[in-house]
């Protein structure tokens, strides 16, 4: 990788991060620790790997990305905001009355999604569908799945996951934002559901694990997808919170109050390191 697109996605990915507080810090609550997450597969999929055109958000062939953990919303919208699908202001109105930013992402408010999500689980049927048609339709174009370690408890992810690998849709991309925390605890202490890599391999899908808050992984494994034929499967593992000391370290940071002062100084870490990077 190019040392310099990997500063650019690298300080893409602090200014996501940025901007997730921003949001949240002006309602005052929210999911940061899955949007933190994944804020490196938001940087390197908006920063260089997908296609799209912010002028003409429903472009047929665009690649499009189904964040089927919804409640994560907030860290598309960051990055949908940095480039210029709407103004910034906008994401000072996250979950208030008559927004384009609801909690959970929705594709008939917010100008850059491609698909409304938040019942755990059924993102993932959509998204085939979605890669499916286009397939059909000779589009040369990929449709990207982010779900959650905790989602795929949910049996839907696992009948959409055989139906991809049986059908051999190979512009599908699915990562597990494997960050080991769900809502009520680690992911382990709620339901283990072992080797994830191994079972998406079972179900026919070519699968791998990498360091999701790798930026140079992430852009690897991204630029390598869809080659043998297959669906391609990433198992990210993460650090949920990752990019703010105290949210990593915080153990129940699913959700947290997010206060103005907090914020600032969050906010204040981040722009120190964005300015560390140069």
């Given at each position: 990788?190019?040392?310099?697109?990997?500063?650019?996605?690298?300080?893409f990915?602090?200014?996501?991060?940025?901007?997730?507080?921003e949001?949240?810090?002006?309602?005052?609550?929210?999911?940061?620790?899955?949007?933190?997450?994944?804020?490196?597969?938001?940087?390197?999929?908006?920063?260089?790997?997908?296609?799209?055109?912010?002028?003409?958000?429903?472009?047929?062939?665009?690649?499009?990305?189904?964040?089927?953990?919804?409640?994560?919303?907030?860290?598309?919208?960051?990055?949908?905001?940095?480039?210029g699908?709407?103004?910034?202001?906008?994401?000072?109105?996250?979950?208030?009355?008559g927004?384009?930013?609801?909690?959970?992402?929705?594709?008939?408010?917010?100008?850059?999604?491609?698909?409304?999500?938040?019942?755990?689980?059924?993102?993932?049927?959509?998204?085939?569908g979605?890669?499916?048609?286009?397939?059909?339709?000779?589009?040369?174009?990929?449709?990207?799945?982010?779900?959650?370690?905790?989602?795929?408890?949910?049996?839907?992810?696992?009948?959409?996951?055989?139906?991809?690998?049986?059908?051999?849709?190979?512009?599908?991309?699915?990562?597990?934002?494997n960050?080991?925390k769900?809502?009520?605890?680690?992911?382990?202490?709620?339901?283990?559901?072992?080797?994830?890599?191994?079972?998406?391999?079972?179900?026919?899908?070519?699968?791998?694990?990498?360091?999701?808050?790798?930026?140079?992984?992430?852009?690897?494994?991204?630029?390598?997808?869809?080659?043998?034929?297959?669906?391609?499967?990433?198992?990210?593992?993460?650090?949920k919170?990752?990019?703010?000391?105290?949210?990593?370290?915080?153990?129940?940071?699913?959700?947290?109050?997010?206060?103005?002062?907090?914020?600032?100084?969050?906010?204040?870490?981040?722009?120190?390191?964005?300015?560390?990077?140069?």
């Open positions: 990788m190019d040392q310099n697109k990997k500063l650019e996605l690298s300080k990915a602090v200014q996501i991060r940025m901007n997730i507080v949001q949240l810090k002006t309602f005052g609550v929210g999911h940061i620790g899955g949007c933190l997450s994944i804020a490196d597969t938001i940087a390197v999929l908006y920063g260089d790997v997908m296609k799209y055109d912010p002028q003409n958000p429903g472009w047929a062939d665009r690649d499009k990305l189904v964040m089927s953990k919804g409640h994560a919303g907030p860290a598309v919208y960051a990055a949908l905001a940095l480039k699908f709407f103004p910034a202001e906008m994401l000072h109105t996250l979950n208030q009355g927004t384009h930013l609801p909690s959970h992402c929705d594709r008939n408010k917010t100008p850059g999604i491609d698909m409304t999500t938040g019942s755990l689980g059924q993102g993932s049927s959509l998204a085939i979605m890669a499916l048609g286009d397939k059909l339709k000779g589009r040369d174009s990929r449709t990207f799945l982010i779900c959650g370690d905790g989602e795929i408890n949910e049996g839907q992810f696992w009948e959409a996951v055989m139906f991809a690998g049986a059908k051999k849709i190979n512009n599908l991309v699915i990562m597990v934002d960050n080991k769900q809502l009520d605890g680690t992911t382990e202490e709620v339901l283990n559901i072992g080797d994830i890599c191994e079972k998406l391999k079972a179900f026919g899908l070519d699968a791998r694990r990498i360091d999701g808050n790798n930026i140079e992984e992430l852009y690897n494994s991204l630029k390598e997808t869809g080659t043998n034929g297959k669906p391609t499967a990433l198992v990210l593992d993460t650090v919170g990752k990019g703010i000391v105290e949210v990593e370290n915080t153990y129940a940071n699913h959700s947290m109050t997010v206060t103005k002062e907090t914020g600032d100084k969050w906010i204040a870490e981040l722009q120190a390191e964005y300015d560390r990077l140069g």
